[in-house]
């Protein structure tokens, strides 16, 4: 079985900045994609930013410029680092990662608990 621990929420000003981690342990052959969702109350789950396997990255327009996802391939451990932030960015992140379980396998899709990031203004 496959587990994503994540770490980093809580509490900023306007401004300010906070890093969220996420970690992958488990069964493991291989890691595709990692990236980030956030879900605010009332809205549906919409992607942040991934990080494909190697170095390809997206971002939603709303982050572009204030956050960076990046990836520790070694330790299975994907980071993103919010500057800038701003009430709207209040949500739940979920960390998401597609996993290869074995060789031969498809990717199967994995979800975090969720952190809790809450930006006042």
């Known amino acids: 079985q496959v587990q994503l621990v994540e770490s980093g929420g809580g509490l900023v000003q306007a401004g300010g900045s906070l890093r969220l981690s996420c970690a992958a342990s488990g069964s493991i052959f291989g890691i595709n994609l990692m990236g980030w969702y956030r879900q605010a109350p009332g809205k549906q789950r919409e992607l942040v930013a991934r990080?494909?396997?190697?170095?390809?990255?997206n971002y939603a327009d709303s982050v572009k410029g204030r956050f960076t996802i990046s990836r520790d391939n070694a330790n299975n451990t994907v980071f993103l680092q919010m500057n800038s932030l701003k009430p709207e960015d209040t949500a739940v992140y979920y960390c998401?990662?597609?996993?290869?379980?074995?060789?031969?396998?498809?990717?199967?899709?994995?979800w975090g608990q969720g952190t809790q990031v809450t930006v006042s203004s």
């Open positions: 998401n990662a597609q996993v290869i379980l074995w060789r031969w396998s498809s990717p199967s899709e994995y």
């Open positions: 990080i494909i396997s190697g170095s390809t990255t």
